[in-house]
């Protein structure tokens, strides 16, 4: 599977993005795809995660404020984030990968396949 993510940018504190991530090759319909993100000087966290049954999983850090989807039909993932907080900022990675078991999906190093991030800058 190949992923590009796109759709950062510059945003104001309470504002909202919208990233997508777009799969090519491979199986994406049976994937667990997920959003980690890492910030200057810290290692890359787990952001949320949607499975190939559509059920989703967030960190305590976005639940509430972030929502991941896919539309398996375009081969692509989503994730709307809200109420953006200057901490939210960081260079934001889609990754997939179709073997993961539950326990699995919110560590990096589970993941095979990875887009090559966007960034995403909030200013207070």
């Known amino acids: 599977v190949q992923l590009q993510a796109s759709g950062g940018g510059p945003v104001q504190a309470g504002g909202s993005l919208r990233l997508s991530c777009a799969a090519s090759?491979?199986?994406?319909?049976?994937?667990?795809v997920a959003w980690f993100r890492q910030a200057p000087g810290k290692e890359r966290e787990f952001v949320a995660a949607?499975?190939?049954?559509?059920?989703?999983y967030y960190s305590d850090s976005v639940r509430g404020r972030f929502t991941i989807s896919r539309d398996n039909a375009i081969n692509m993932a989503y994730l709307q984030m809200n109420s953006l907080k200057v901490e939210d900022t960081a260079i934001y990675y889609c990754?997939?990968?179709?073997?993961?078991?539950?326990?699995?999906?919110?560590?990096?190093?589970?993941?095979?396949?990875w887009g090559q991030g966007t960034q995403v800058t909030v200013s207070s």
């Open positions: 090759g491979g199986s994406f319909r049976q994937s667990t």
């Open positions: 990754a997939a990968d179709a073997r993961l078991i539950l326990s699995s999906i919110a560590t990096a190093r589970h993941y095979d396949y």
């Open positions: 949607i499975r190939y049954n559509s059920h989703t």
